[in-house]
């Protein structure tokens, strides 16, 4: 696993444009080297103001987005086309504008979809998303995202894995129901620890002085149980992007 980065922006506007503009780089990157590229969405206002941005730049044509697997870290158990779920905020901040295949938009079952109000019956049938899409030089049940994008929570979550909760701890499983979320909605399906770190770039990013002790809590090596962003990993790279506020009490940039 890489060892975290940090890189901090001016104010989150600079922040959501310079991930946008990062993004662009590392898919046509992926599409270079292996012919496809694949990443992770985050709910949160950090990573839909990255993909609002991403759909603002003349840049987003450089990527081939008939060559781009999307998929979730997590998403809010909700009816379809509810306005607070991630997928319904990713359409109209990006996918609506973007000409991904249908077959390539890797959404989560809604909680009135296919297996009614199970998240349980929901993750799983996401697991196996996932495991029918790895390629022989995968290793493990899900794929070698390019990049998870992350949105970290004030007590350190990430996706919806929270403090001292039976995702954070969940060793086996690539997808798990979340139950009793602190952040509304409660009922959640979310990837795991173990899934997240498939991914070779992993980027973790907040801004203001509400997350800055979760930031530096998680840069300073507390136990991913208790801050489940301190297990947010990537296996070639780890890049937390922060505005001044939310990096102010980091090790690295105090
Ligand atoms: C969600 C998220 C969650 C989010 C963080 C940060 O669906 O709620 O995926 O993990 O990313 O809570 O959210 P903000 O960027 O809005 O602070």
Request: net charge negative.
């Amino acid at each position: 696993m890489s060892r975290p980065e940090v890189v901090v922006h001016r104010d989150g506007d600079l922040l959501a444009a310079a991930t946008a503009a990062r993004l662009v780089t590392s898919l046509v990157d992926a599409q270079t080297a292996r012919g496809s590229a694949s990443l992770v969405l985050t709910g949160g206002r950090t990573g839909i103001a990255v993909l609002e941005n991403l759909r603002d730049t003349p840049a987003r044509d450089a990527v081939d987005w008939t060559r781009v697997d999307l998929y979730w870290g997590d998403e809010r158990f909700l009816p379809s086309g509810h306005p607070d779920r991630n997928e319904t905020q990713a359409r109209a901040a990006l996918l609506d504008h973007v000409p991904v295949p249908v077959s390539r938009v890797h959404v989560m079952e809604p909680s009135d979809g296919r297996f009614g109000d199970d998240p349980d019956a929901a993750a799983d049938a996401y697991a196996e998303v996932l495991a029918a899409a790895v390629r022989p030089d995968d290793h493990g049940s899900v794929p070698s995202f390019d990049v998870c994008l992350l949105g970290v929570g004030e007590e350190g979550h990430v996706a919806s894995i929270f403090p001292d909760s039976p995702a954070v701890r969940e060793g086996g499983r690539s997808v798990v129901g979340v139950r009793d979320c602190p952040k509304p909605p409660p009922t959640r399906v979310s990837l795991t620890l173990p899934a997240i770190r498939a991914a070779r770039e992993v980027w973790l990013m907040t801004t203001g002085t509400a997350k800055a002790d979760a930031v530096a809590l998680a840069l300073t090596g507390t136990a991913e149980t208790d801050l489940p962003a301190a297990g947010a990993l990537g296996r070639h790279r780890t890049l937390w992007l922060l505005d001044p506020t939310a990096a102010a009490k980091a090790p690295s940039v105090a």
